[in-house]
Nanobody, 119 residues
């Protein structure tokens, strides 16, 4: 499964950006999709994740500011709307998807898109 991500860039603090991610596989073959991020010198962390069973979860640091949504008009595109951005949101954001098959989880990552929030 390939994940095509886009939408990063430079934004001032308190501004907004929207990231998008589209998988090469049918959404019906996927278990979940979402976004992780990795800031310089830090480990990769979960930002937001939706399971196609119907749950969406967010990191505490982004709750109330970021919204994960999807458009299923054609297969699926997952969006991460980031509002009230802070300098500490600066990171490379990675689209994530996984599949469950015969008891195993298969994970997939997009190429990463840089989000820079200036103060």
């Amino acid at each position: 499964v390939q994940l095509q991500a886009s939408g990063g860039g430079l934004v001032q603090a308190a501004g907004s950006l929207r990231l998008s991610c589209e998988p090469s596989a049918s959404r019906h073959s996927l278990n979940s999709m979402g976004w992780y991020r990795q800031a310089p010198g830090k480990e990769r962390e979960l930002v937001a994740l939706m399971t196609f069973g119907g749950t969406t979860s967010y990191a505490d640091s982004v709750k109330g500011r970021f919204t994960l949504s999807s458009d299923t008009t054609k297969n699926i595109v997952v969006y991460l709307l980031m509002s009230s951005l802070k300098p500490e949101d600066t990171a490379v954001y990675y689209c994530y998807a996984d599949q469950l098959y015969e008891g195993a989880r298969y994970t997939y990552w997009g190429q990463g898109t840089l989000v820079t929030v200036s103060s």
